[in-house]
């Protein structure tokens, strides 16, 4: 079945330093790939994401390119800010009979620190 | 705009009580999702309802998990008899049609069963 692997947390980075979170997947067919963010206190919310392969989403300075051979969506940032701190959950949508429903990792917490 | 409303925010009961919460997604959407976050987990979805009718409810545990959406727009998703297992955060989450990629997420009800 179709599943989402993120590196495990938490990830402790001071602040403008470079961030990336490993995300790997398996699946049937090509999925389209979704970073979520989930700040304390608030709901997930849609980050980036990246519906065919090589194609690279980006947002708030965030960036994960769609790898088809390595089957990876590693998240990236330049220079993260404390505003930055909250869980990262990679994600996959299928698109066959259960398309719209995703499948999420377990969720990855990024603390920044000034 | 309006966000994904849930109640109540939080919840405390005892073990074999019943327990429901209800979800208002953003107007417009028909495709709502209820999902359940265990403690340092990713998301799970337990159904998704396109307008009334429950599309895939396979991961439901319909023993003791129950759902609606009358009228196509509030839902309700009912625990009867609680156990202590389902101490968990109940996301909604809402979109345009299952087509869309992205979803809208409630900030979800805490249960704890005690």
């Known amino acids: 079945g179709n599943s989402v692997t993120q590196m495990e947390g938490p990830v402790t980075l001071s602040e403008e330093a470079f961030l990336t979170i490993n995300c790997t997947y398996t699946a049937t067919g090509y999925p389209s790939l979704f970073w979520y963010v989930q700040y304390p206190g608030e709901g997930l919310q849609l980050l980036l994401k990246a519906t065919k392969a090589d194609d690279k989403g980006s947002n708030k300075g965030f960036e994960a390119t769609y790898r088809k051979e390595t089957t990876s969506f590693h998240l990236e940032k330049g220079s993260v800010q404390v505003s930055d701190s909250a869980v990262y959950f990679c994600?996959?949508?299928?698109?066959?009979?259960?398309?719209?429903?995703?499948?999420f990792g377990k969720g990855t917490k990024l603390s920044v620190k000034p | 705009e309006a966000g994904v409303v849930q109640s109540p925010r939080y919840k405390i009961i005892e073990k074999k009580q019943p327990v429901a919460f209800w979800c208002n997604p953003i107007s417009g959407h028909n495709t709502l999702y209820w999902y359940l976050q265990n403690l340092g987990q990713g998301p799970e979805l337990l159904i998704r309802y396109e307008n009334e009718e429950a599309v895939d409810d396979s991961q439901l545990p319909k023993d003791r998990f129950s759902a609606e959406r009358l009228k196509g727009v509030d839902s309700t998703l009912k625990i009867q008899p609680a156990e202590l297992g389902d101490s968990a955060v109940y996301l909604c989450a809402s979109s345009v049609s299952r087509d869309s990629y992205e979803q809208y997420f409630g900030p979800g009800t805490r249960l704890t069963v005690t």
């Open positions: 994600a996959l949508s299928d698109h066959g009979g259960s398309q719209g429903n995703l499948i």
